[in-house]
């Protein structure tokens, strides 16, 4: 009976040792939005722009919009878009929308989703948009700005990257470049600059195995392989089944 209680003993410490020690290291793995697509680089020095907005009679509510693809992933997983960064400029007062939209027929079809600023548009920067989109593998969307205001005569200016290079994909994310398109008032979408920055913010939906460096495991392993070895001395001492 005190042997059945000794290995009982043991058991439930090595399960809860090993555990803990899994727990542990899958945390210590998880990582926050990664960038998995973009050109952003600097936007200090290129005045090369693509006007979002009011900018003539003719042209009196610009849509700017710039496309990428989802390629296959891996266990069938999708990319939980959280955070677009764009380098934009005004010497106004716009009021920017983004939004993603679908993909038809290679330009922006319907909207899909809207991502948020908390910063006025002013001095040419990067802006930070926010929200939260799950885009899926083996499919196309734009993200798409616009001006709220542009019937007050207001825009802003959507900038080119100071390398002049097209987006790209980043950590081996499958996210691929479609292509970049204006339109006035979403009429016809016309193709544009390839260059307008963006990155584009992105956790997986499948939470991927931790890579374990195995000499730092084995470490691990050896240091509770020792804790429950005397752990064990101790069970059997006070069950009486040694000296």
Known sequence: MRKALARRAWMVAVTVAVGGLWLSTAQAG????IDIYG????????????????????????YQAQGFS?????????WNIQKIDVGLGSTGSPSPVMQIYSNSAGAPGSVLASFTTGSEVSAKQVYSFTG???????????????????????SY???????????????????S??????????????????SLSIALYAESTTTAVPEIDPSSFGSALALVAGSLGLLERRARRLLGLTA
């Open 30 to 33: 998880q990582l926050g939005p």
């Open 39 to 62: 050109n952003l680089g600097s936007v200090n020095v290129n005045t090369t722009s693509n006007t979002v907005g009011y900018l003539s009679n003719a042209q009196a509510n610009q």
């Open 70 to 78: 989802v390629g296959p992933q891996v266990g069938n997983s999708a």
């Open 132 to 154: 939260s989109f799950v885009a899926q593998q083996n499919t196309s969307y734009w993200v798409v700005l616009s001006n709220a205001n542009s019937a007050s005569l207001e």
């Open 157 to 175: 200016e959507w900038y080119s990257n100071d390398a002049f290079s097209a987006p790209s994909t980043n950590n081996a994310s499958g996210v």
């Open 177 to 194: 470049y479609l292509g970049t398109k204006e339109s006035n008032n979403l009429a016809s979408w016309v193709n544009t600059l390839q």
